[in-house]
């Protein structure tokens, strides 16, 4: 007899029931086992004060850790059971992960729903763990996607819908390139899909969904257009991009071979990638996709717009590095297709091929969170307070824009703050540094803490432009040798118009100049020799931006 499952787990509970009442900010931390959990406060400030916050400012944050790229056996090239992701996600710290299958025939027809019979069990095997059952889309002329929902009575049936009528893979909807007769239609087909999306969260078919571009550089098919064009579609549903792929193990010396990039990102432009992108678009730097590492680049360009939008990072694992297993073997009959899942895999005494590593192993994206629940963690990510690391890098970090005088809370990540022309203020960077080694039996140090700023300068004319001429790195704490929590202050000028802040930092290991030159970014991440990129001594974390907008 199956065990009852606990009302969380249950697919027929709303989600309006997922966020436990009563929940005490001590239980809270306690739950969530964090380090250095950020705090945030947002009240509107008395009339008559400078400056009020609003957006990322909830009261008392705290950070869940998670991963929302996942593959197991209901993905056709993936070869782990849920249990076996499950549990190595929880030995790694992972409060919140999604399962992100790939979309194809076998899994629309048949996986899909035993999938969702395995998220289930999954729940209530692991109760200290938010599940999500999500997909990875093939979006029409372009790259991936996640796509994920909350539980509740049709989260299976609107992903499985969604799949059927949307995934460029299935139908045939892969062409990109700007000569190509069904481009159009492809790219038409892909903002359809999240206006559909969005109707099904503004109907209340389902109680939230989220889309966030995944590897979207790897191979330079995701137009800076299409990113904006789907961002605009669906705003509050498309929120984001990874900043830093999975495959972070690719480059680990030794291991693949002497072209090995991490992230696997070893392509050359192809006839349905984008010609404005350079060649150097297809690296990883410091293990992060060129558009979030570029300072100035096409995520700056996003957000130089006045619109958040957000990055993660994440595990994308399917096969993870110097692991014993193997695929099982099929029955007579039977495979992908007509099955939806591959066998179990089976135990070896060798190290398989791979290039992942398990969630929460190395990529690690921190969601702030104001009560423990999925529609919470969605409200995180939907803000923007969220900051990612590599390599376990830091135990936590804490933003804060703020009035010079001290008054208010100011905004936080995802935030805003609105001010007066020449309001001085101050930007607060809390750090808290890793108090334990990490899975690579190091203790990792911090070397450095970069803010960036860039200026807000509105919509775009050019919808395919991938510059922001007006951001770089303003300031660098060299905060080498320093242990424990401490607190960074800065002096920020609010000046004539509206900007935004984000802050970066490594280890220190590997840095140069910036892929715009020292001018903007006098010490960035640069891409490492091919098969030579050991991702445990080249880590760095990044944070979200806080908005400034200044009244004029």
């Known amino acids: 007899m199956s065990r009852p499952l606990p009302v969380w787990a249950d697919p027929r509970v709303s989600a309006d029931s997922l966020d436990p009442q009563g929940l005490s900010r001590r239980g809270l931390l306690r739950r969530a086992g964090l380090f250095g959990a950020a705090f945030a406060a947002g009240a509107v ?34 070869k782990y059971t849920f249990s076996q992701i499950a549990a190595a996600a929880a030995e790694y710290g992972l409060d919140w992960m999604v399962f992100t ?6 899994h629309a027809k048949y996986g899909a729903q035993l999938e969702h019979e395995q998220i289930l069990q ?17 979006i029409p002329g372009a790259e991936h996607c996640t796509v994920f929902t909350p539980p509740g009575p049709n989260e299976v049936d609107v992903l499985t819908r969604f799949e059927m009528a949307y995934d460029g893979k299935l139908l045939g909807y892969t062409a990109g390139a700007p000569g190509n ?26 109680d939230d969904v989220l889309v966030l571009a995944n590897h979207p550089m790897r191979l330079g098919i995701d137009s800076p257009h299409e990113i904006r064009n789907w961002r605009d579609a669906a705003p509050g549903i498309m929120i984001g991009m990874e900043g830093a792929p ?30 404005g992108y350079p060649r150097d678009a297809y690296r990883t730097y410091g293990g992060f996709d060129w558009a979030t590492a570029t300072v100035g680049g096409l995520w700056d360009a996003m957000l130089a717009e006045g619109r958040l939008f957000t990055i993660t990072s994440n595990s994308d694992v399917h096969r993870v590095v110097f692991d014993t297993w193997k ?49 919470s963690v969605m409200a995180g990510l939907r803000a923007g307070r969220v900051w990612v690391d590599h390599g376990h890098l830091l135990d936590g970090i804490d933003v804060r824009v703020q009035g010079a005088d001290g008054r208010g809370r100011g905004a936080t990540l995802g935030g805003r703050l609105h001010v007066r022309r020449g309001e001085r203020l101050t930007l607060s960077v809390t750090v808290t540094t890793a108090s334990r080694r990490n899975p690579y039996d190091i203790l990792p140090e911090l070397a ?57 930092g490594s280890d220190g290991n590997r840095n140069g100049a910036g892929y715009l030159g020292a001018a903007i970014d006098p010490h960035g991440p640069v891409v490492h020799e091919p098969g030579n990129g050991n991702p445990w001594l080249d880590t760095w974390f990044y944070t979200n931006p806080v908005f400034v907008e200044v009244e004029v």
């Open 181 to 206: 007769p069904d481009t159009a239609r492809n790219e038409a087909h892909a903002v359809g899909a999240l206006k559909w999306l969005a109707e099904q969260r503004r109907t209340g078919y389902v």
């Open 327 to 375: 695929n099982g073997d099929w029955a007579p009959g039977q495979n992908f297709d007509n099955t939806g899942r591959l066998p179990d895999p089976v135990n070896t005494t060798e190290p398989q091929p791979g290039s992942d590593f398990w969630p929460g192993q190395f990529s690690r994206t921190h969601v702030g969170v104001t009560r423990y629940g999925y529609r």
């Open 122 to 138: 999954a729940r209530a095997d692991n109760p200290r763990q938010l599940i999500f059952q999500g997909l990875e889309w093939y």
């Open 448 to 504: 450095h803490v970069d803010v960036i700023r860039g200026a807000v300068t509105g919509p775009v004319a050019d919808r395919d432009a991938w510059r922001a001429p007006d951001t770089g790195v303003t300031h660098t704490w060299d905060v080498s040798g320093r242990t424990g929590t401490y607190t960074l202050t800065l002096p920020v000028d609010a000046a004539d118009e509206s900007f935004y802040l984000r802050l970066r």
């Open 101 to 106: 299958e790939h979309s194809n025939f076998g």
């Open 45 to 78: 400030l008395p009339a008559g004060q400078a400056y009020a916050a609003t957006g990322g400012n909830d009261p008392e944050l705290a950070y869940l850790v998670g991963d929302h790229h996942n593959h197991s056996v209901y993905s056709h090239d993936a």
């Open 246 to 275: 999975g495959a972070q193990g690719a480059a680990l010396p030794g291991w693949r071979g002497a072209n090995s990039i991490r992230g696997e990102y070893e392509n050359a432009p192809s006839a349905d990638s984008w010609a």
